[in-house]
């Protein structure tokens, strides 16, 4: 019985934990969530995009290749004819990947 009213009492305490956690968000004033906020978006905007190391996608692509991996055939929605992969890049990195397995399965962008 004894166990049962410790994990009982366990529980309860992590609840509390848990439930006292987003409170300690507001104990920050205006001034300092603005500070912090500036300091965040000051690091992002001076990070370089890269979307992915150019060498690990060419391994995934000939790993994909060399497994038998079919590319979706479904074009990204932001596909216009005339366009290559690097055109895609800039709506994300998953179109461009699967735009560039595309291109090293079949040969061609989107052709099928």
Known sequence: MKTYQAKIINSCAFAIILLGLPMQGFALSNVEKNTMQNELNRQTINKSFDPDNPADLNAYLDDAVQKGIKPPLQP???????????????????????????YRYYGCYYCR
Do not use: E, F, K
Request: charged content about 10%; glycine content about 12%; some cysteine.
């Open 76 to 102: 990204s929605v932001h596909w216009r004819p005339g366009y290559t992969c690097d055109n895609i890049l800039s709506y994300g990195y998953l179109g461009y990947r699967n735009c560039m397995l595309y």
